[in-house]
């Protein structure tokens, strides 16, 4: 079992900064590979960045390319959001996720494929 806890939501101004903070507790985090997704009221929940078990590979959703950049720390079992010239359709609950998988270098991106969730955190954006 993978515990998962998110912090750093907050409500911001289009082009301000947030970093969030997805905690894990449990089995070995550094085996799981992790992804942030997002859910808008009314929306499916949608794949925003995925990062590898090793921290060597990432994948982001072509609408954050450039503006969002997801990383984590295995000594502090805890993978973070950089999120950088926020807009307002980036306004949802954000969730991060961990999935196993045999390759240390593999990103997935279907939440099919996470097994384990946190709660959430609200992140809103005002224009």
């Known amino acids: 079992q993978v515990q998962l806890v998110e912090s750093g939501g907050g409500l911001v101004q289009a082009g301000a900064s947030l970093r969030l903070s997805c905690a894990a507790s449990?089995?070995?985090?550094?085996?799981?590979?992790m992804a942030w997704f997002r859910q808008a009221p009314g929306k499916e929940r949608e794949f925003v960045a995925g990062?590898?078990?090793?921290?060597?590979?990432?994948y982001y959703q072509d609408s954050v390319k450039g503006r969002f950049t997801i990383s984590r720390d295995n000594a502090k079992n805890t993978m973070y959001l950089q999120m950088n010239s926020l807009k307002p359709e980036d306004t949802a609950v954000y969730y991060c996720?961990?999935?196993?998988?045999?390759?240390?270098?593999?990103?997935?991106?279907?939440?099919?494929?996470?097994?384990?969730w946190g709660q959430g955190t609200q992140v809103t954006v005002s224009s």
């Open positions: 990062i590898s078990w090793s921290g060597r590979n990432t």
């Open positions: 449990g089995r070995t985090f550094s085996s799981y590979a």
């Open positions: 996720a961990a999935g196993g998988t045999l390759n240390p270098n593999t990103v997935m991106s279907d939440k099919i494929q996470y097994g384990y």
